[in-house]
């Protein structure tokens, strides 16, 4: 019985990792092959991406419990968590725009400068603003389809500027229409197969999760 509570503990450790990876790709790939871009902030881009790949960070845990390394635990999620508001971003750090390329964005970028009255030149992927200490740092990340715009700037009023960028950005790429994108296909199968797989093995060992669950709470 103890041998079967192990392999229950592992398949649901496994199905919990392979979920949430699985519905990652899914809408990842419907975003990606929908007409219009998608802008989100970093920060939000950043708790989506933290609430995948956590469960990964869970492997030790049952071990630890069956050990009774209590502080070790504790000492594991303390350092987790610090690491997770450490590299949490600003709420005006920038944004994250899926479905679209670089360029195409740098062109929207110019748009919305002038629109706001704001003047400055590309370094690069980098864009100074004029009399301003305002920056914005242009990065691509091909294999999802985004391109992540981050700024960096010393002016109180930034956050304000910065998300009027973002209003303004996100109103432009309404009349931005795309064909479905062959990487758009491709990370919707891959999501599909990945929830495939969990529902397998939960169908394969469901007899010993009932009698686990009968054992937990019966």
Same mark, same amino acid.
């Given at each position: 019985?103890?041998?079967?509570?192990?392999?229950?503990?592992?398949?649901?450790?496994?199905?919990?990792? %392979?979920?949430?990876?699985?519905?990652? +790709?899914? &809408?990842?790939? =419907?975003?990606? $092959?929908?007409? *219009?871009?998608? !802008?989100?902030?970093?920060?939000?881009?950043?708790?989506?991406?933290?609430?995948?790949?956590?469960?990964?960070?869970?492997?030790?845990?049952?071990?630890?419990?069956?050990?009774?390394?209590?502080?070790?635990?504790?000492?594991?999620?303390?350092?987790?968590?610090?690491?997770?508001?450490?590299? %949490?971003?600003?709420?005006?750090?920038? +944004?994250? &725009?899926?479905? =679209?390329?670089? $360029?195409?964005? *740098?062109?929207? !970028?110019?748009?919305?400068?002038?629109?706001?009255?704001?003047?400055?030149?590309?370094?690069?992927?980098?864009?100074?603003?004029?009399?301003?200490?305002?920056?914005?740092?242009?990065?691509?990340?091909?294999?999802?389809?985004?391109?992540?715009?981050?700024?960096?700037?010393?002016?109180?009023?930034?956050?304000?500027?910065?998300?009027?960028?973002?209003?303004?950005?996100?109103?432009?790429?309404?009349?931005?229409?795309? !064909?479905?994108?062959?990487?758009?296909?491709?990370?919707?199968?891959?999501?599909?197969?990945?929830?495939?797989?969990?529902?397998?093995?939960?169908?394969?060992?469901?007899?010993?999760?009932?009698?686990?669950?009968?054992?937990?709470?019966?």
């Amino acid at each position: 019985m103890l041998a079967e509570g192990y392999q229950v503990v592992d398949v649901l450790m496994l199905v919990g990792n %392979l979920l949430p990876l699985s519905l990652y +790709f899914l &809408i990842l790939g =419907l975003v990606n $092959s929908h007409a *219009r871009p998608c !802008l989100i902030t970093s920060r939000s881009d950043f708790l989506v991406l933290t609430s995948v790949l956590v469960p990964v960070l869970l492997w030790p845990v049952p071990d630890l419990v069956r050990g009774q390394m209590y502080h070790w635990l504790g000492a594991i999620l303390l350092f987790a968590a610090a690491i997770f508001f450490y590299l %949490l971003p600003a709420r005006d750090a920038g +944004f994250v &725009i899926y479905n =679209l390329t670089q $360029s195409r964005c *740098r062109r929207l !970028l110019d748009h919305v400068f002038e629109r706001m009255g704001l003047s400055g030149r590309w370094l690069g992927n980098t864009w100074r603003a004029d009399g301003l200490e305002l920056s914005l740092e242009l990065r691509e990340f091909s294999l999802l389809s985004n391109v992540s715009l981050h700024f960096e700037s010393g002016d109180a009023g930034a956050r304000s500027r910065i998300n009027a960028i973002g209003s303004e950005l996100d109103r432009r790429l309404d009349a931005i229409r795309r !064909l479905p994108s062959n990487m758009g296909i491709g990370l919707v199968m891959a999501g599909i197969t990945l929830m495939i797989l969990p529902m397998w093995m939960v169908g394969r060992h469901i007899h010993d999760l009932v009698d686990a669950m009968l054992h937990l709470f019966g």
